[in-house]
């Protein structure tokens, strides 16, 4: 009986600070784990806007913290759900599979916490185009050899800026054959003019 009745008191007094101990590691979880859900967001990549032609895929990326922030996507300030206009919203990312006229305009995430939300940069999704050229009379230059031409160009409307480029007897040219670094986007200039430009371009 005496051996029974020291036992007791003795675990008891070692069961006292075990509990303990898990209470202050439950009780440090539990504040933790609260001030994150009320930390601020702060997003730690953003979408950016893109060019793309029609048909073409188009993926956003956006991350915030902390890590148990919620994202979300507008389009055009309308909150978008997976699925809807055939978009597919992921872990940190939106991709427009093949880009309409309806999955056009401006793309906004936004991160949400306990302590509010934030929307990001708007990331404008617009639609390449390059217009076909003016029908335009042949132009015939006549120049003597050694002599400057200047061929004139005018250029359709295109988004983003199409990239110039010209031709002569089928093949490409480069400034590195002898024409001129000033060049540009309307016109093009040969400073002597060899037998290496005569035909057509």
Request: glycine share 6%.
């Amino acid at each position: 009986m005496s051996g029974k009745q020291d036992w007791t008191p003795w675990m008891k007094k070692r069961k006292a600070p075990v509990f303990c101990a898990l209470g202050a590691v439950l009780l440090c979880c539990l504040q933790s784990s609260a001030s994150t859900i009320y930390e601020v967001p702060v997003f730690t990549e953003e979408p950016v806007s893109m060019v793309q032609k029609l048909g073409g895929s188009v993926m956003l990326r956006c991350s915030a913290q902390p890590a148990s922030a919620k994202l979300s996507w507008r389009l055009n300030g309308e909150q978008l759900s997976n699925g809807d206009l055939d978009v597919v919203l992921g872990p940190g990312s939106l991709l427009i599979p093949a880009l309409t006229n309806l999955t056009l305009g401006r793309y906004q995430c936004v991160a949400s916490t306990g302590a509010g939300a934030l929307a990001s940069v708007p990331a404008n999704v617009t639609a390449a185009k390059l217009r076909d050229f003016e029908p335009d009379i042949q132009q015939e230059i006549e120049v003597d050899e050694g002599n400057t031409a200047v061929i004139e160009c005018h250029l359709p409307e295109s988004q983003p800026k199409a990239q110039v480029r010209y031709s002569v007897k089928q093949e490409w040219l480069e400034t590195s054959k002898g024409t001129s670094p000033h060049s540009n986007p309307t016109s093009f200039l040969i400073p002597k003019l060899s037998p290496l430009f005569t035909g057509m371009l």
